[in-house]
């Protein structure tokens, strides 16, 4: 038996345990994921531990992220991104971050191409961050929106080292949207209990617009039903999770997972 898991604080939440053993049951492997509450003074001993254990490989969360790059080997996009989410144990210790492609990949699978396209992005968090590496090394044009501009003229400095990208605050955000082709709101706003809030509302879209909301609690969020109600074509939270696991899965195992089970496994614990 190999052994998985998801080290975090808090981490009952997670859903990486459902999604990853709905893989392994499907796929016939004798492994395990569970999730382990660790606090960032206790990483190191935990990510060495489980090396010593046997550990397949792990998942991390809040908040450890960012501390995980002082102990692992980070991946060049890893540290650029200044998080690990990801950690290989076949060989020493190696940290990845699999949530910029987890969202790029979610919009790959609508058919949603973003090379030369006008991405905007709402917020400049450890998720934005993750995002907007990505979508600019491939080729976006990325407006980052933040409600504290500062967080993104720093991650704008970071991202134009590697693509294109330009700040602003939340002030210009009908015309910014008005020139956008995809709007992806990586913010907290709206997730559950707040579920009645949203940045932006269906008059200021159109509706050739995509709209990709990376919350997944609810799956439906408001934003989600503005951008509906103006036509646009919209993706909710639950594939980037997905896809964000199915490049973890791949790192450890080298063997591609089943995309559908492990959505259908997501979307029935939030159900
Ligand atoms: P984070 O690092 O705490 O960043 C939060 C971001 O939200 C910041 O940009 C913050 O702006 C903004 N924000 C918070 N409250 C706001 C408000 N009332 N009005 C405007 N902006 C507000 O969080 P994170 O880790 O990036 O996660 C953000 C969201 O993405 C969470 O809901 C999380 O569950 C979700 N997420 C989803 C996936 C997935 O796989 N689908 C993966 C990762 C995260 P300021 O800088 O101004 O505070």
């Known amino acids: 038996m190999k052994l998985f898991g998801v080290l975090g604080d808090p981490v009952s939440h997670s859903l990486s345990p459902v999604m990853h053993n709905a893989v392994f049951k499907a796929l016939g492997m004798d492994c395990e994921y569970h999730a382990f509450r660790v606090s960032t003074e206790n990483l190191e001993k935990a990510l060495y531990g489980a090396s010593v254990l046997g550990f397949g490989g792990l998942n991390l969360t809040i908040p450890l992220k960012e501390k995980a790059l002082d102990i692992v080997k980070p991946t060049e996009l890893a540290r650029q991104i200044g998080a690990v989410n990801t950690v290989d144990l076949k060989e020493g210790m190696v940290g990845y971050n699999t949530d910029g492609i987890g969202a790029k990949m979610a919009l790959a699978r609508r058919g949603i191409e973003i090379k030369g396209k006008n991405v905007l992005l709402l917020g400049a968090g450890g998720a934005a961050r993750a995002i907007a590496f990505e979508l600019a090394?491939?080729?976006?044009?990325?407006?980052?929106?933040?409600?504290?501009?500062?967080?993104?003229?720093?991650?704008?400095?970071?991202?134009?080292?590697?693509?294109?990208?330009?700040?602003?605050?939340?002030?210009?955000?009908k015309d910014l949207i008005s020139d956008s082709d995809i709007l992806i709101n990586s913010t907290s706003v709206g997730m559950y209990p707040k579920i009645s809030e949203t940045i932006v509302t269906s008059?200021?879209?159109?509706?050739?617009?995509?709209?990709?909301?990376?919350?997944?609690?609810?799956?439906?969020?408001?934003?989600?039903?503005?951008?509906?109600?103006?036509g646009a074509t919209t993706i909710d939270g639950v594939m980037m999770l997905v896809f964000q696991g199915v490049e973890s899965f791949k790192i450890w195992t080298e063997r591609m997972p089943p995309v559908d089970i492990m959505e259908k496994a997501v979307r029935e614990k939030l159900a």
């Open 203 to 230: 008059e200021m879209m159109h509706k050739d617009l995509v709209v990709f909301d990376i919350v997944y609690n609810p799956q439906n969020t408001l934003l989600l039903k503005e951008a509906k109600k103006a």
């Open 137 to 173: 090394k491939d080729g976006a044009k990325v407006t980052i929106a933040n409600r504290t501009i500062d967080r993104a003229e720093a991650l704008v400095k970071d991202v134009i080292k590697i693509g294109k990208a330009k700040a602003s605050g939340f002030e210009d955000l």
